[in-house]
């Protein structure tokens, strides 16, 4: 049988660097936001985010998105 896939959920994740540790390693903050269209185009999620993070003071080190799908027979 042939297996189909339907999105169920889509999310945005981003990560901003808060500089070096006492130790010289990168310490970081991730933020999520859910609630993304499944449907959504790549190009517009990634736009949103830039939007969002023009009200940061931190700086980004990824955008990235998390989608979740329901496999079934």
Known sequence: MAVTAIPTA???K???SLGLDEKGNEKFKRKSFGNVKTDAIDQDVFDVAKALNGLQTLS???IDR???TNLSE
């Open 14 to 16: 981003v990560k901003y």
């Open 60 to 62: 980004v080190a990824s």
């Open 10 to 12: 889509s999310a945005i």
């Open 66 to 68: 998390e989608n979740v």
